[in-house]
């Protein structure tokens, strides 16, 4: 049954509550979102397409990839889309092994 939803990698989203959001990881939840809280005065052409896009994919018709890019244009169109943050700087090796390192050379 899951597959019916169409995963997709998360897309975060402002909802109506001021300053909450929303994960949304798959075409069946992208579409309903657009349907039951998408702000009525945020509409535009994106969200038009998007929504064909979002039921053509639940139906079978199409790629989640394809759906979620959709969904995600159609948000940043409204101003609802937040994006991820940048990829974090590489770290330093975990503390476990710069211990065993340490311990192997004494």
Do not use: H
Not at 23 to 45: S, T, V
Not at 74 to 102: H, T
């Amino acid at each position: 049954m899951a597959e019916d939803y169409k995963a997709f990698s998360p897309v975060t989203v402002l909802t109506s509550q001021p300053g909450q959001m929303l994960g949304i990881g798959n075409a069946y939840d992208a579409a309903k979102f657009i349907l039951e809280q998408w702000p009525a005065e945020r509409g535009g052409p994106k969200l038009e397409m998007a929504k064909e896009i979002l039921w053509k994919c639940v139906a079978g018709e199409c790629s989640a990839a394809i759906a979620r890019v959709a969904f995600i244009e159609a948000a940043r169109e409204s101003s609802l889309y937040i994006a991820p943050p940048e990829n974090e700087p590489l770290r330093s090796r975990p503390n476990w092994q710069k211990a065993a390192s340490a311990w192997r050379r004494s």
